[in-house]
């Protein structure tokens, strides 16, 4: 007899509303397959409503490369999402021949539930656990160069990203390119990001790529009494997901005590309805090469997404757009 897993309610209920809820109210079989790819990269950025000029670590590699630091660095991070899925990022960025390379891995885990048997008589409702259980997760690798010549940055990244739900599976291949530069202390942005074509996938018309597109601007660094504060402005679309404006803001503290303590805020306004709060804030306490990262964001009745973060960065060299 001829036996087919079926996915358990819980976990598609899960993956459903994951991914309504990450590319908005359009219908599901229209919908960005790879989640992990639409989802905050950097507890750093997240706090600034996910624009990328707040990425200037190792975690820049997932925003198209542009922002990466031009000495040693690294970034790790970790959070639940909704339904108590786990995200999770790494990577780290190094010199080479007057540029910087970086490789990382972004990971979404959405928990496991145990197998059923579907039963033909009641239409698939009801069905035999078989005692072994099943899941969901989406995993994608990302190799990316940076290079800086004056004032201009030129970042690419390729990605590799899988998806994995029951025994379905599903994987492509994208690319992202973006440049930007520097005047008098602005830095202006551009990038295309998780452009390509889909590969081995079982639901072939079905699965999508949430390609963004993006442009920013943000301020030089201002002093104010004993801190320091710069703005950013970007404005993003991505493919099924609609417009997202975000105007966000950064300030550094200086304690007597040698830590450096940052805040971040964001406020963001969606040309399609969506679940994710309007506002996001975080912020990071520094010390010497290292860095503590927070980033909340509110979902609603979905609750609430917190994310933390450590990153490391050499001191050996400083990226002069900063």
Known sequence: MNRRRALPRWLSAVVTGAVAVTVGAHPLHAQSSAVVLSLPASARAAGGGDAAPFATDASALFYGAQHLPLGRAAAVSAGTWIGDAQLATLAY???WRGSVIAAGIQSLDYGSADEIIPDPL???K???ATGGRVGGSELAATLGHKQQLGRLRFGIAVTY???????????????SVAQGITMRGWDVDFSIEHGG???GNPARRTLSLP???????????YSLGGSTWRGVVELRRTDREGSTSVMGVEGAFKTGAGWELQVRGAGLAYSDEMARAPWSAGGSAVRGE???DYAYQGYGALGAVHRMGVTWRSRDQRNPSR
Request: net charge positive; aromatic share 2%.
């Open 93 to 95: 960025a190094m010199p």
């Open 122 to 124: 009641t239409g698939g």
């Open 126 to 128: 009801r069905g035999t």
């Open 161 to 175: 990203v899988r998806q994995q739900v029951a025994d379905l599976s599903a994987s492509a291949l994208t690319m």
């Open 197 to 199: 074509a889909p590969r």
């Open 211 to 221: 390609v963004t597109v993006r442009g920013g601007i943000a301020t030089p660094a």
């Open 290 to 292: 290292w860095s503590l």
